[in-house]
């Protein structure tokens, strides 16, 4: 099944008078919640979907302690997690405190088989976004996004 996408303008960040650039963004076609994936799973091997949450639920417990002590966790056939920060500057490194540590994100960062699954997409275009004052969207396409989207950016947290 493809990954579908749809196409939005967007200007370059912090320069109002940059021309429009069109870029795709991935529109997801729906969710697989938590109940769903351990039902599966559970479909998939010798444990009930009760036994699948219960690993589950253990395994985020066990994943809040490691990155709260600031090790990276690894999950071998999934990936890694880990605490990145962002902080503000200094002049003097003697001057740097906690307090200029403005917020903290988790990083994942998916292990190789998941990184080459990329490589295997085929894609297909759901839409194209019209931008303010950019008119409507291409001919015989419709003007919707086609769902929630999300263009992969990291910043966004997979723990929630």
Do not use: H, W
Request: glycine share 10%.
């Amino acid at each position: 099944m493809p990954v579908s996408y749809s196409v939005s303008g967007r200007k370059k960040p912090g320069d109002k008078n940059a021309p429009v650039k069109f870029y795709a963004q991935v529109q997801a076609s729906d969710e697989c919640p938590f109940q769903t994936l351990t039902r599966t799973a559970a479909d998939r091997s010798t444990v009930t979907a009760a036994d699948a949450k219960a690993v589950m639920d253990n395994v985020m417990t066990v994943l809040k302690e490691k990155l709260a002590a600031g090790q990276i966790v690894r999950i071998d056939d999934l990936g890694s997690f880990r605490v990145a920060i962002s902080t503000e500057g200094v002049e003097v490194a003697e001057k740097f405190t906690a307090a200029n540590i403005k917020k903290a994100r988790i990083v994942f960062t998916p292990c190789k088989e998941l990184k080459n699954l990329c490589k295997t997409f085929e894609y297909r275009k759901t839409s194209t976004v019209a931008t303010r004052g950019q008119g409507g969207a291409n001919e015989g396409e419709d003007n919707t996004t086609g769902g929630g989207g999300n263009d992969g950016d990291q910043s966004e947290n997979p723990l929630g």
